[in-house]
C-alpha cells in the first residue's frame, strides 16, 4: 500500500513565488491535515479536512490555502511564497472520527521548502 | 488551548530502561498519542491513551493520569535504532474538528553502546 504519498520532496522557492504542494491518500480515510515542523516549535497544524469539500483553518493558516474535491486528495496553496514559510510540511490522514483507534494519524515522508 | 511539554533531549544506553515524560495543559482532553520520528523521516504512531492507565506494547508502553494532565513513554531494552524524537500530542474534546491534534516539541532520544 502506498498510503499517504506527498510531492515534491524537495523545493526551492523565491520569494513572492506560489506553487502547489501535493498529497494524496489510498486509504479511503476521510480526514486529511497538513501540519508544518520547525526546529524548536514542533508540528503545528495549517488547515485539516473531514471531508470532500468540508475545510477548516488550524493554528497557522495565514499564506496557504486548501481543498478537498476529492477524498484522495488534499493539495496545499502557498499564495505568494515568504521566507517564513521556510519549512518542512507533512500531510497526514486518518480514518475518521469516534474511537481513538480511528484517529491514528498516519504521515507522508513530507516536503522540505526552502524559499529565498 | 493546549499547553504541552517535554524534555528537550535525553541520553540512555542500549539496552537500559528509558522513561520519556510529557505534561500537559488543555482546555479539554480526549485522548493522547506517542509518535515515534526518525531523523529526516515522518512520524510513526506509537501508543495511544484515553483512560488512566498503563498500555503494553511489546518493549514500549504508554502511561496516562487525567488527573495530573501527565504522560510517559516507556521504552525497555533500548536498541541503537530507538534513536529518534518522540513526539508527544494531545487531542482535544471533539467539537467537530475531526482529528486536530496539538504537538509537543518533542523529546530527541540519543541511545549510546
Known amino acids: 500500500n502506498a498510503g499517504v504519498t506527498q510531492t515534491p520532496k524537495f523545493q526551492v522557492l523565491k520569494t513572492g513565488q506560489s506553487m502547489t504542494l501535493q498529497c494524496a491518500q489510498d486509504?479511503?480515510?476521510?480526514?486529511m491535515s497538513w501540519y508544518r515542523q520547525d526546529p524548536g516549535m514542533g508540528l503545528r497544524l495549517i488547515h485539516y479536512s473531514v471531508g470532500a469539500g468540508i475545510t477548516d483553518q488550524g493554528e497557522v493558516p495565514n499564506g496557504y490555502n486548501v481543498s478537498r474535491s476529492t477524498t484522495e486528495d488534499f493539495p496545499l496553496r502557498l499564495l505568494s511564497a515568504a521566507p517564513s514559510q521556510t519549512s518542512v510540511y507533512f500531510c497526514?490522514?486518518?480514518?475518521?472520527?469516534?474511537?481513538?483507534?480511528?484517529?491514528?494519524?498516519?504521515f507522508g515522508a513530507g516536503t522540505r521548502l526552502s524559499v529565498l | 488551548g493546549q499547553n504541552i511539554d517535554q524534555p528537550t533531549e535525553m541520553t540512555a544506553t542500549e539496552g537500559a530502561i528509558v522513561q520519556i515524560n510529557c505534561t500537559y495543559q488543555?482546555?479539554?482532553?480526549?485522548?493522547l498519542f506517542w509518535y515515534q520520528q526518525h531523523a529526516g523521516e515522518a512520524p510513526t504512531f506509537l501508543s495511544y491513551n484515553v483512560l488512566d492507565g498503563l498500555e503494553e506494547k511489546g518493549r514500549f508502553s504508554s502511561f496516562l493520569s487525567r488527573s495530573k494532565g501527565y504522560s510517559y513513554l516507556l521504552l525497555k531494552e533500548l536498541q541503537m535504532k530507538d534513536s529518534a524524537s518522540y513526539l508527544c500530542?494531545?487531542?482535544?474534546?471533539?467539537?467537530?474538528?475531526?482529528?486536530?491534534?496539538?504537538f509537543g516539541t518533542g523529546t530527541q532520544l540519543k541511545v549510546e553502546l
Open positions: 497526514a490522514s486518518s480514518l475518521g472520527s469516534g474511537t481513538l483507534a480511528k484517529n491514528i494519524q498516519y
Open positions: 500530542a494531545v487531542r482535544p474534546i471533539l467539537t467537530g474538528g475531526g482529528n486536530k491534534l496539538t
Open positions: 486509504m479511503n480515510h476521510e480526514y
Open positions: 488543555t482546555s479539554g482532553f480526549n485522548g
